[in-house]
């Protein structure tokens, strides 16, 4: 069954503050045209979501969702263009040091989706690596200490004899032994969260158990919690303890991955799940009249930003932004329409998430 | 299937010219296809799947070469014919269609300018006035977008302008590269549902390459799996998925992490292609197969008859291994 330990309880009953907590992160972008016909893309709205420690998040939806976005503020290579990212109980906004920001990075880097252009290739492996512990560890002193721990990272990846591996050029490893070297670079920094954009679409379908069943190792082993972005749904189901799905910039669904799948509320949700080619299940007919065209979120009108593929719009999808609302027990989702489960207690009705 | 045979390959085999000898990508490769069919041929990247399907159509290009073999289509030859007459029978008899049709459509020429292109390169061909807008409908597009660029559309759209491309002539046979590997999934799902759906109405057959075994699930009647440049089995799809008789088809399927059935751990493929320069001895497949035995490592199998299938592993042969045949000395270490 569902392990229902994992899911998160907010700030509310531990101590600590979560590990991650992003509050209406909102990221716009300035596009076309001369100085006063400005239009702005909005690639994230509102987005709110914590990420507990040792926790596995799946963050899925269709390319042009918002995913690599919210990545992307929380690598802090955007700034929000409202909204606020609190690290540890800490806002971002607030963190102004150049050592603080460097802590920062070095808690909470990233792996990237295309293993052949996220190494240099005219280096060796190890260079990448030495490079990340010069920077981000001093507490090894000598360059003998910063080879052992290469080695470990290298190890810790599942790559084996390191000191062979740590030798090579990226173009004599294959796409998965690439995709490690990302994860064990990261790992170098001794990271508390690593931001893991589509770390396994460009590898072959039977190297990318092996990447996932790596994430669970890290986790296990080392701690880490990981943000997993994906458009693959089974391998979200496959690693991650809580889903959120995103579409045309809003989080539109929370909660524990197998309520989500098993009972999915939003009707994007429900679009997506059927459309995922499932061998060992027979053909099931509904996402046939979808065309899968994503919506351009430009100067958006309010209201739901689904309604115009949605089977089930009313007229206060046409008007309203739905919020998120609780549905189930730790599962959200942003739909007028959306009916809760019957065990949920009829109390909690109100919306969640934004704590 | 009773149908007519139009597309049969025999003994193929593709070389490509390397510094250290002669690689062979494509080694003896045998396929039927017939009158509406769809075939879909899978396999890890490097098993050789894109360079068959470029050797049928005869895009291959050095270092490439057919170096022996036949593939008939239409009762010619096609690796006989020269330039000019395979330019007459390309998008008339049968056509291609890329992985990425973005960099497939020129970008600074409309999408109807490069349907009348292709439609001037075949005048002698005649087709009604209006075929680029009938086949723009077929695909679903308005045709109002004939007079788009190719990046003004999405990549859903861009990929059913190249379907509606190569549907200009009707051909009996449109070959496939990962078309929908670009795609969202639901995008992907919608286009696989068109495909199908145009095919029972005109009638042409189909090869569609992929790494993503399950997205041909419902979608292919005949399965050709492919590993190290030869057929490691083949079959009605339903049979392969449901009672796969090579160890490396078992292993593609139990790759794919289910979204419905139970939450178990998984173990993909250990290792990865041999490097075809150097294939390895006996059975290609050993040095990463699960059941291998001692006869794997020397002797080479052939595909033997499984059902309606067939699959090129010795546990399927005529005399075939058996429990009580010696385990070879590292896999027993490992096991125990």
């Given at each position: 069954m569902t392990d229902l330990t994992t899911v998160p309880d907010a700030t509310a009953t531990s101590p600590r503050p979560p590990l991650l907590e992003a509050r209406l992160l909102t990221k716009h972008f300035s596009i076309g045209g001369g100085f006063f016909g400005r239009k702005k893309l909005h690639a994230v709205d509102d987005?709110?979501?914590v990420i507990n420690r040792g926790?596995?998040?799946?963050?899925a939806g269709e390319s042009g969702s918002g995913k690599s976005t919210i990545a992307r503020l929380l690598a802090r290579v955007y700034k929000p263009t409202a909204g606020e990212i609190y690290y540890d109980g800490q806002p971002l906004s607030r963190m102004r040091t150049r050592r603080s920001s460097q802590a920062y990075r070095s808690d909470v880097p990233m792996v990237f989706q295309d293993p052949f252009s996220s190494l240099n290739p005219a280096y060796r492996v190890s260079h990448g690596i030495m490079r990340g512990l010069r920077l981000h560890r001093p507490d090894l002193r000598t360059d003998a200490a910063r080879s052992a721990e290469a080695a470990r990272v290298v190890e810790a990846v599942g790559l084996f004899p390191a000191a062979d591996i740590l030798e090579r050029y990226p173009h004599e490893l294959s796409g998965g032994q690439r995709q490690r070297i990302g994860f064990a670079q990261a790992l170098a920094y001794r990271p508390k969260l690593i931001l893991a954009d589509e770390p396994v679409s460009m590898l072959d379908v039977s190297i990318r158990i092996g990447v996932l069943n790596l994430m669970?190792?890290?986790?296990?082993?080392?701690?880490?919690?990981?943000l997993y972005i994906t458009h693959d749904i089974a391998?979200?189901?496959?690693?991650?303890?809580?889903m959120l799905?995103?579409?045309?910039g809003h989080i539109v669904e929370s909660g524990p991955t197998e309520s989500v799948l098993a009972r999915p509320k939003h009707p994007y949700t429900q679009l997506l799940l059927s459309a995922v080619p499932d061998p060992r299940a027979p053909l099931t007919v509904g996402a046939d009249t979808d065309r899968g065209e994503p919506p351009k979120v430009v100067d958006p009108a309010p209201g739901c930003r689904f309604r115009f593929r949605c089977p089930l719009a009313i007229e206060v999808c046409h008007e309203v932004t739905p919020a998120l609302r609780l549905l189930g027990v730790g599962h959200t989702a942003a739909c007028h329409v959306a009916e809760p489960d019957a065990d949920l207690a009829p109390a909690t009705g109100a919306p969640t998430e934004t704590t | 299937m009773s149908s007519a045979r139009i597309l049969e390959v025999r003994d193929l085999q593709v070389t490509y010219d390397s510094a250290r000898g002669?690689?062979?990508?494509?080694?003896?490769?045998?396929l039927n296809v017939h009158r509406g069919e769809f075939v879909g041929v899978v396999g890890e990247s490097g098993c050789g799947k894109s360079t068959l399907l470029f050797a049928i159509a005869q895009l291959l290009s050095p270092p490439a070469a057919i170096t022996g073999g036949s593939?008939?289509?239409?009762?010619?030859?096609?690796?006989?014919?020269?330039?000019?007459?395979?330019?007459?029978?390309?998008?008339?008899?049968?056509?291609?269609v890329m992985q990425s049709a973005m960099n497939a459509l020129n970008p600074v020429r409309s999408i109807g300018q490069q349907f009348q292109d292709t439609l001037e390169a075949h005048r002698d061909t005649p087709v009604s006035d209006d075929r680029a807008v009938e086949v723009m409908r077929l695909v679903g597009i308005d045709p109002i977008h004939l007079k788009s660029y190719p990046h003004q559309l999405s990549g859903g759209m861009r990929q059913r302008a190249m379907i509606a491309m190569a549907l200009l002539f009707t051909p009996d046979l449109i070959i496939m590269d990962e078309p929908t590997s670009a795609l969202d999934v639901v995008a992907q799902r919608s286009l696989m549902v068109q495909i199908k759906e145009l095919q029972r109405e005109l009638g042409f057959a189909v090869i569609f390459v992929t790494h993503d075994m399950s997205l041909v699930s419902h979608f292919s009647d005949n399965l050709l799996v492919m590993y190290a440049g030869q057929v490691a089995e083949i079959g009605p799809t339903r049979q392969v998925f449901d009672s796969p008789a090579h160890p490396y088809s078992r292993g593609l399927l139990d790759a794919f992490p289910s979204i419905r059935g139970p939450r178990v751990e998984l173990t993909g493929i250990p290792g990865s292609p041999p490097d075809l320069a150097q294939p390895p001895t006996g059975c290609r497949f050993h040095p990463r197969c699960p059941l291998v035995k001692e006869r794997c490592l020397v002797e080479e199998p052939a595909l033997y008859p499984v059902g309606t299938a067939y699959a090129r592993c010795l546990w399927h042969?005529?005399?075939s291994l058996s429990l009580s045949d010696p385990i070879p000395l590292q896999i027993a270490v490992e096991t125990a």
């Open positions: 987005a709110s979501f926790e596995i998040v799946a963050l669970s190792k890290l986790r296990a082993e080392a701690g880490v919690s990981f391998s979200a189901r496959y690693v991650a303890d809580r799905i995103m579409y045309a | 002669g690689v062979r990508a494509v080694d003896g490769v045998d593939v008939l289509f239409s009762g010619r030859n096609l690796v006989t014919l020269n330039d000019k007459q395979l330019r007459a029978m390309r998008w008339r008899d049968y056509s291609v042969a005529p005399h």
